[in-house]
């Protein structure tokens, strides 16, 4: 069995469900060994490759591998050493490396010693030190260690402390440039990060040579994102004129490769199933109109009658797209949630789904995601929201059974 270690991103409860369902995905065979708000250790018979598997994912800082190294309090200097040591006859030049530590401090001593042992053993070394935290993605890129160094981690587990050797770190560079480069924007609507598209494309576990679609595409990010993740047969629409000409600006743009494959039209949600064949459709991922912003100063009618008519805006468009859903297909959606009270509002309810023929799926085990997700909201959803912001999202999984 090979162990893998997972440093999850800042909505640990999406970052673990898509891990989860890029495994399910690919069938692998796996477990969950350990699992906290910040790290995920997972077991599995298949050999997996860090950085492919890092290509794959939106929610993950770093991947490390698991090594067979397990004390009760802070391992023992030489014990690290000799993994650092073996990294750096692999590269050229001065050895930079770097520890970190998820729910145990790391003392600068610690680096300071593997520093000198280095050093006596022939290797010249440079620390970098996290400042009594875990160093981010931003410092390893600067720092070159995943490329020209190497980063330790260090885990605390019900049963030690667990050492783990990263082997990728997310390519966040990359994420901001298709967030903030793109030539088709529209602040005033909102703009889905690339990140959260890919982690929605992720958990619907689409084959790749399926059809996927995005009925209320935007600026065209959930399409963008599936398409760099290899999927050939993708479409989406938007009722907005401007949001069509967005999405195709921003795909030529980022895919930088022949687009004529996807198809993008201007068209009304509910009316989709004019446009596709029954049962056509592998899965739907997609961000439906959250509604005007509010500014908070909104009464509880005010936010009864935007959630009134949200719902009934979802509700006509997923009774379209289950006409062109094939059987056990998945529509991963978001639902609003609005800030009402020091409360959540949401405009649909778990029956509501229910008794439209749609099964809502549990993303994760119940007790990883009371464990990992403490905002108390609506529907049994994962969660992202920005602190700042007076609208949650609620991405939810449905399947059509029948």
């Not at 993950?60 to 690290?80: C, F, M, N, Q, S």
């Not at 901001?176 to 889905?192: C, F, H, N, T």
């Not at 056509?280 to 991922?285: E, G, R, Y």
């Amino acid at each position: 069995m090979h162990t893998l270690a997972f440093i999850l991103g800042r909505e640990p409860a999406l970052s673990l469900a898509e891990i989860k369902a890029v495994f399910e995905n690919h069938s692998f065979d796996f477990t969950f060994s350990y699992v906290s708000r910040d790290v995920a250790l997972i077991k599995s018979r298949h050999v997996v490759d860090a950085h492919a598997l890092m290509e794959e994912l939106g929610g993950t800082i770093k991947i490390g591998t698991v090594l067979p190294v397990l004390k009760g309090t802070t391992p023992d200097p030489a014990e690290l050493v000799t993994e650092l040591r073996n990294a750096a006859r692999a590269k050229k030049g001065k050895f930079s490396f770097g520890i970190s530590g998820y729910g145990v401090t790391v003392p600068v001593r610690l680096g300071l010693e593997c520093k000198r042992l280095l050093r006596e053993g022939g290797v010249s070394a440079r620390y970098v030190e996290g400042r009594g935290a875990a160093l981010t993605a931003p410092q390893i890129k600067n720092y070159k260690l995943d490329s020209e160094g190497a980063e330790l981690l260090l885990i605390k587990t019900n049963n030690g402390v667990a050492v783990a050797h990263m082997q990728a770190v997310q390519p966040f560079e990359r994420f901001s440039e298709r967030d903030y480069g793109r030539p088709g924007r529209d602040a005033k609507s909102g703009m889905l990060p690339p990140k959260v598209a890919r982690m929605m494309v992720n958990l619907a576990q689409c084959p790749h040579h399926g059809l996927l679609i995005d009925p209320f595409c935007g600026s065209g990010t959930i399409l963008t994102e599936a398409a760099l993740m290899g999927y050939t047969h993708i479409a989406g629409s938007d009722i907005s004129e401007k949001a069509v000409n967005d999405t195709l600006k921003n795909i030529a743009w980022v895919v930088k490769k022949r687009t004529e494959d996807i198809v993008v039209k201007k068209f009304d949600a509910r009316r989709i199933a004019e446009l596709f064949q029954k049962n056509s459709v592998s899965a739907v991922v997609t961000e439906p109109l959250l509604g005007p912003p509010l500014k908070g100063r909104e009464n509880e009618k005010r936010i009864r009658d935007v959630g009134y008519e949200l719902k009934k805006l979802y509700l006509d468009s997923l009774r379209a797209l289950r006409a062109i859903l094939k059987k056990n297909g998945r529509v991963v959606l978001i639902v609003p949630a609005l800030r009402f009270d020091g409360g959540w509002i949401s405009p649909l309810t778990q029956h509501d789904f229910e008794k439209n023929e749609w099964f809502l799926e549990e993303p994760l085990p119940v007790e990883y995601l009371s464990l990992l997700q403490k905002e108390k909201i609506p529907l049994p959803a994962l969660w992202w929201h920005r602190p700042d912001q007076r609208l949650g999202r609620q991405i939810i999984i449905l399947k059509k059974n029948s």
